[in-house]
T-cell receptor
Framework: GESVGLHLPTLSVQEGDNSIINCAYSNSASDYFIWYKQESGKGPQFIIDIRSNMDKRQGQRVTVLLNKTVKHLSLQIAATQPGDSAVYFCAENRGSGNTGKLIFGQGTTLQVKP | DTGVSQDPRHKITKRGQNVTFRCDPISEHNRLYWYRQTLGQGPEFLTYFQNEAQLEKSRLLSDRFSAERPKGSFSTLEIQRTEQGDSAMYLC????????????FGEGSWLTVV
């Protein structure tokens, strides 16, 4: 069935290195994607979004890449810091008429080693 | 704090009791969403309001669940005759209604049914 998924459940990186978190989606009609960061016991925190008419979008220390051909999304975090340790979710907008209903993947846990 | 506010943050209840959660969205956001998240999983969509109208409900929202947004501002989610399987974090989120606008989440309400 249709799903949004992440390639790896856990990613461990050294402080200062760059992190890349991947996400695959299967609904080619989805037109909006968001990355969220979730720390233990807290709600998801918006990081960055991208619309399907774009291939790349940059924020502060983060970059999202969208490859519609292979239905793949990635989040790159530059100079990873201990505060970046969290679970990262990609989410896909599948609502008809752009309702904003999101379908989430299962998440990748990012562990940053000092 | 002008973010999405949820109350209570934690609730422990006995099986069979009713519980109610409240959500105050970001002011001027006319869309409001409820999601449910269990341990190790991504959030799952439950229902969505545009102003006071409930426009979509997930199959996950059984007859024991009811959500309201009477004046188009705050919303309540009530669970009747709680079951142990209802134990989860209930997340509220809000957004503007101009297309797939950024959806901001609250910190969630943890429910434990014993």
């Amino acid at each position: 069935g249709e799903s949004v998924g992440l390639h790896l459940p856990t990613l461990s990186v050294q402080e200062g290195d760059n992190s890349i978190i991947n996400c695959a989606y299967s609904n080619s009609a989805s037109d909006y994607f968001i990355w969220y960061k979730q720390e233990s016991g807290k709600g998801p925190q918006f990081i960055i979004d991208i619309r399907s008419n774009m291939d790349k979008r940059q924020g502060q220390r983060v970059t999202v890449l969208l490859n519609k051909t292979v239905k793949h999304l990635s989040l790159q975090i530059a100079a990873t810091q201990p505060g970046d340790s969290a679970v990262y979710f990609c989410a896909e907008n599948r609502g008809s008429g752009n309702t904003g209903k999101l379908i989430f993947g299962q998440g990748t846990t990012l562990q940053v080693k000092p | 704090d002008t973010g999405v506010s949820q109350d209570p943050r934690h609730k422990i209840t006995k099986r069979g009791q009713n519980v109610t959660f409240r959500c105050d969205p970001i002011s001027e956001h006319n869309r409001l969403y409820w999601y449910r998240q269990t341990l190790g999983q991504g959030p799952e969509f439950l229902t969505y309001f545009q102003n006071e109208a409930q426009l979509e409900k997930s199959r996950l929202l059984s007859d024991r669940f009811s959500a309201e947004r009477p004046k188009g501002s705050f919303s309540t989610l009530e669970i009747q005759r709680t079951e142990q399987g209802d134990s989860a974090m209930y997340l509220c989120a809000s957004s503007l209604s101009r297309g797939p606008d950024t959806i901001y989440f609250g910190e969630g309400s943890w429910l434990t049914v014993v």
